[in-house]
């Protein structure tokens, strides 16, 4: 599956912006959906997933404030981030991954097969 990511851009502290990942190849529909990002200087790190059954699960800096969603229609996942802060600032990457990928192994890189290129997000004034 291809997967491209697009939706980012510069944003001011406290506002909102929408990442989309559209997938090419094959359908959504059987596949964990997952977000990460990658500040400079820092390793990838998880941000959000979305697995088959439409279970969400978000790391502990974004919860409350990022939410994500699939569209198998639109063969899309989103990610809508709110009250965004400078911290939030990093390459967003979408990554597709087996439906059978169970909770604790959702956060780390290797569980996934396919990779979005990257869409930058900054959060400045």
């Known amino acids: 599956v291809q997967l491209q990511a697009s939706g980012g851009g510069l944003v001011q502290p406290g506002g909102s912006l929408r990442l989309s990942c559209t997938a090419s190849g094959r359908t959504l529909t059987s596949l964990t959906m997952t977000w990460f990002r990658q500040a400079p200087g820092k390793e990838r790190e998880f941000v959000a997933a979305i697995r088959r059954g439409r279970s969400t ?14 569209d198998n229609a639109q063969n899309t996942a989103y990610l809508q981030m709110s009250r965004l802060e400078p911290e939030d600032t990093a390459v967003y990457y979408c990554a597709a991954g087996t439906d059978r ?10 569980s996934y097969h396919s990779w979005g290129q990257g869409t930058l997000v900054t959060v400045s004034s």
């Open 57 to 70: 699960h978000f790391s502990d800096s974004v919860k409350g404030r990022f939410t994500i969603s699939r």
């Open 101 to 110: 990928l169970i909770v604790s192994s959702l956060d780390l890189v290797e």
